[in-house]
């Protein structure tokens, strides 16, 4: 089972979509699966602590020619 959380994006991720992943860091992961935890809380910590990693920019595929 998963759960994409979303929220409002920021640059820049903004210029492609106005939303974009919540992203939460490892130290919340156990917490966020714990049955009795607060998600709404940890949600929160995730908004204020954002995580940010650099996309990579892969060049456009080559198509084969047959």
Do not use: C
């Not at 820049?12 to 607060?38: A, F, Q, T, Y």
């Not at 995580?51 to 990579?56: F, L």
């Amino acid at each position: 089972m998963f759960a994409v959380i979303t929220r409002e994006s920021v640059e820049p991720v903004s210029s492609i979509h106005n939303r974009m992943p919540l992203i939460l860091g490892k130290d919340s992961l156990r917490e966020w699966v714990r049955p009795d935890s607060d998600p709404g809380r940890i949600a929160k910590k995730a908004l204020t602590n954002m995580v940010m990693e650099k996309a990579i920019d892969y060049p456009e595929p080559k198509f084969m020619q047959i």
